[in-house]
């Protein structure tokens, strides 16, 4: 019997958090939602981002889930008690999971505009170690440049050294990829630190919180992940869609078009 898993996001950013679960198991069957017709959430204020949670729990309301796995930030600063509400069953987020194994007293978070603003990160990593210090910066453009078909990476490049700089000005050692985007894009940011500066990726935390929850008749890491029992569905862009999967995880999937309920 497989695990009826979802997970959503404004578009790629939760393959990090799909590829993380299936190397730890192959129990689940998946239903991923990429609102791609609203991407990016992370420019979008409060209210818009908890009516969009809104109408993504009207699309999971009927798949008969046995756990949510929250894969965009933004949408768990601002709306988690909405999805936690409405669909009545275990969700799974990236903050309080990584709250839970920040180490080192000085952290850094890159994350979008409106997950910078809420303040989430802040406040569920102090609520669990009071004495750390937490500087935050915001990335308006990472995600629109991950997201294209093609990347740019003098672009990425230089975004990268814009949005470290004034992190490493101050002398962080850690630094949380606060966008579940951002860790597509590691190998750019591991190149721009010192080494000594562990890079967290949540989708790691959140992982582990979901399998000590629902216990894997066995426990191990797998080389090679199946995205057999997955199912894709995006709000628009079927096609290109389509290209960011067989690019980003090597595989050519049907991509299957929904309509969602709101239009903001």
């Known amino acids: 019997m497989k695990l009826k898993i979802g997970i959503f996001d404004s578009g790629i950013g939760g393959f990090t958090i799909l590829n993380s679960l299936l190397k730890t198991r192959k129990d689940v069957e998946i239903f991923y939602l990429a609102d791609t017709k609203r991407i990016p959430f992370g420019n979008k204020n409060f209210k818009e981002i908890r009516l969009i949670a809104k109408d993504i729990c009207t699309f999971f309301v009927d798949k008969n889930l046995d756990a949510l796995l929250v894969a965009c930030n933004t949408t768990n600063a601002c709306a988690l008690d909405i999805l936690k509400d ?21 952290i850094g978070v890159l994350a979008t505009q ?4 809420s303040s989430y990160y802040e406040k569920a990593i102090i609520a669990k170690k009071e004495n750390t210090i937490i500087f935050q910066q915001e990335c308006p453009e990472f995600v629109s440049e991950i997201e294209k078909e093609k990347l740019n990476l003098d672009k990425l ?11 490493i000005n101050k002398n962080i050692e850690e630094l949380i990829l606060g966008c579940s985007h951002y ?46 029992n997955v199912k894709f569905f995006v709000t628009s862009e079927k096609d290109e869609f389509s290209n960011k999967v067989k690019f980003w995880l090597g595989i050519n999937k049907e991509i299957r078009l929904v309509n969602l309920r709101s239009n903001v």
Do not use: G, M, W
């Open 183 to 228: 860790p597509l894009i590691y190998d750019f940011l591991r190149k721009k630190l010192d080494s000594n500066i562990k890079i967290i990726d949540p989708s790691v935390a959140l992982i582990k919180k979901f399998n000590e929850s629902f216990a894997s008749p066995k426990t191990c890491c797998y080389e090679s992940i199946s995205l057999e």
């Open 157 to 167: 490049n230089s975004l990268s050294d814009l949005y470290l700089r004034p992190l």
């Open 86 to 106: 409405e669909l009545k069953v275990p969700c799974f987020d990236l903050i309080n999971s990584v709250s839970e194994i920040v180490d080192k007293q000085i």
């Open 114 to 117: 409106t997950t910078v603003r």
